[in-house]
């Protein structure tokens, strides 16, 4: 609850939160879903003065369809994505890591714009948006603009958003017929667990049945979710067999420096990778969508 001395405002239509980031936004902390704020607040790590709780802003709440991309309202819940049929059919894993998030409580109060705002490095979604490829839309009383995903995340907790910008929708390229998803975590537990290691792929097959490209996210592994190109690079023009797997073993546990801390070691982290990228390469051996 907010405190007597705390601004808080509540509105109903974007445009309104506009004009109060365009006055307020420095000193002002956005509210969506509250799974991660309120949290904090309640621990008194944070105490923000002004707080602009954009719930109520329904039009931020969508998930369509826009040519080759699944175009999805930054306070669309994990239990909404888990329901669409267009994110069933077009991004099936970013379904499998928002079934990994929290309890179900969780599930139908979190938002996709609020774990890509908070930038948390081990958030589960953003490995699997990387992966597919996509931007985010940030928008002002001045207008939206576009920041590709690879250069959203500037920092540990830190975004490329300006003080007078919301986060108003995430657009995530397709699943082709000629690509594979894959996704796992690896935590605590099997549910309701922050990942020690999270990661998301998606590969592009060629018609002779190699492989084209692959793109990897990987979370809990550095200071921000992060791509892995040199691992990547290891699948271009290759048949996902023994050999590959080996090398995307090696070369996926020694391209990052985890650290440690109190959820795993880094020498546990790096290995980890190395067996998760493993992993997506077997599990390309036997893609239905292989040639």
């Not at 300006?162 to 108003?168: F, G, I, K, R």
């Amino acid at each position: 609850m907010p405190s007597s001395s705390q601004q808080c405002w509540s509105p109903t239509v974007l445009n309104d939160a506009l004009e109060l980031l365009a006055q307020h936004g420095e000193d002002t902390t956005i509210l969506a879903g509250g799974t991660d704020l309120m949290v904090v607040m309640e621990m008194g790590a944070i105490k923000p003065q002004k707080v602009l709780n954009i719930w109520g802003l329904n039009e931020l709440r969508n998930i369509h369809e826009d040519n080759e991309q699944i175009v999805i309202g930054s306070l669309t819940t994990y239990t909404e994505i888990i329901q669409s049929t267009l994110i069933q059919t077009h991004l099936p894993t970013l379904v499998e890591s928002a079934r990994l998030v929290g309890a179900l409580q969780i599930q139908n109060r979190g938002t996709l714009g609020g774990n890509l705002a908070n930038a948390s490095p081990a958030a589960d979604t953003p490995p699997v948006l990387l992966a597919a490829g996509g931007s985010v839309e940030l928008t002002s009383i001045s207008g939206t603009r576009s920041v590709d995903l690879d250069h959203f995340f500037k920092g540990y907790r830190l975004i490329d958003r300006n003080p007078n910008e919301l986060l108003t929708a995430i657009r995530i390229n397709k699943k082709r017929a000629n690509q594979s998803d894959w996704f796992c975590k690896v935590g605590t537990r099997q549910a309701q667990s922050i990942s020690k290691v999270v990661m998301g792929a998606r590969a592009t097959w060629k018609s002779d049945g190699s492989l084209a490209s692959a793109r990897i996210g990987a979370g809990s592994v550095a200071a921000t979710t992060v791509r892995m190109p040199q691992t990547e690079a290891l699948f271009a023009d290759r048949n996902p067999d023994s050999v590959l797997e080996t090398r995307v073993k090696q070369a996926a546990s020694s391209e990052l420096t985890p650290i440690d801390d109190v959820r795993s070691t880094a020498q546990y982290r790096a290995a980890i990778c190395g067996n998760l990228a493993a992993r997506f390469v077997r599990a390309l051996m036997v893609a239905p969508e292989k040639p």
